[in-house]
């Protein structure tokens, strides 16, 4: 697979969303937000990595990426702390929620035919 622009957009969003994610586990714990961010670099590698049962289903995995991202934003959306506070959890919902409607957008941009 040769990566294009759109393909690099998704790997710098996906790890991004993934970081911030992942950067709570000092504060929270193996919480499931903390969690979110390795469903994040799982469906990463199963888009990109060259394995044969993912590259041969790349359109179930895309639509599992734009799933997960999607539930994601929508479960933030109820159950997040929405409270913008520079420099604490809330204020990384706001970031990550920001890298994944990007992630959405170069995701259905790159969408499989």
């Known amino acids: ?5 759109k393909h690099y957009g998704i790997i710098v969003f996906c790890l991004a969303t993934a970081f911030l994610h992942l950067s709570l586990l000092t504060k929270m714990g193996l919480d499931p937000i903390v969690l979110n961010g390795l469903g994040y670099l799982g469906l990463l590698g199963a888009y990109f990595l060259p394995i044969p049962f993912f590259q041969q289903r790349h359109r179930l995995v895309w639509w599992g990426l734009v799933g997960y991202t999607l539930l994601t934003i929508i479960l933030w959306i109820i159950l997040g702390d929405k409270q913008f506070v520079q420099g604490t959890s ?4 706001y970031y990550a929620k ?3 409607v990007i992630l959405l957008a170069i995701l259905w941009a790159d969408k499989p035919k």
């Not at 697979?1 to 622009?5: E, H, I, N, S």
């Not at 809330?90 to 919902?93: D, E, Q």
Request: overall charge neutral.
């Open 1 to 5: 697979m040769k990566l294009t622009a």
């Open 90 to 93: 809330s204020a990384i919902g």
């Open 98 to 100: 920001t890298a994944e």
